[in-house]
């Protein structure tokens, strides 16, 4: 096993163990929660395989889900930001093209990019995941309210973090 993908493994089981055992807890006004575990999903390395992609969404929605007791949301979120994450990507491919084990993270590729790639999959996933909570859009305007608060509140989990523990290239 190579030390990038041990590292990968060690990062997953921090981004996990700090959203149940801490940010599970956070919540602010009511409405805005935080869920920094898509931080993790978000940098895994741009060439990862489509379907390994969606497996650790899976396994990561799925621990999620089960502290949260949230019967599966985390999980569906989670393959579904997975799902569209490589088209995105492709939209957003830098002039030279991605480097071989590039991660998506602020660090190699600035702010606004970063901002432009990570806001959208935030949005996706929590709006997925509160209309799915919500069984609909009976309460469309207060889910709206809390997707907004939640993916601004996340957004700027994620920046802290990203700023504080910059992801160097792969090696």
């Not at 995105?88 to 830098?94: R, Y």
């Not at 432009?116 to 469309?140: D, I, N, R, S």
């Amino acid at each position: 096993m190579s030390r990038v993908s041990i590292l990968q493994i060690v990062s997953f089981f921090i981004y996990l163990l700090y959203q149940v055992l801490i940010l599970q807890n956070v919540v602010l006004f009511h409405t805005a929660f935080c869920f920094l575990y898509v931080a993790y999903l978000l940098v895994l390395p741009v060439e990862t395989n489509p379907l390994a992609l969606m497996g650790i969404g899976f396994i990561m929605g799925f621990a999620v889900d089960m502290f949260y007791d949230s019967l599966g949301l985390h999980a569906f979120a989670c393959v579904l930001i997975m799902y569209v994450r490589n088209y995105w990507l492709n939209n957003l491919t830098p002039q030279g093209g991605y480097d071989s084990n590039d991660v998506p993270s602020l660090a190699l590729n600035g702010v606004q990019w970063f901002m432009v790639y990570a806001t959208p999959m935030v949005l996706l996933h929590h709006g997925v995941l509160f209309f799915t909570e919500a069984g609909g859009f009976g309460m469309f305007w207060f889910t709206l309210w809390k997707i907004l608060t939640s993916a601004l509140f996340t957004l700027l989990v994620i920046l802290i973090a990203q700023f504080l523990f910059p992801s160097r290239r792969p090696r």
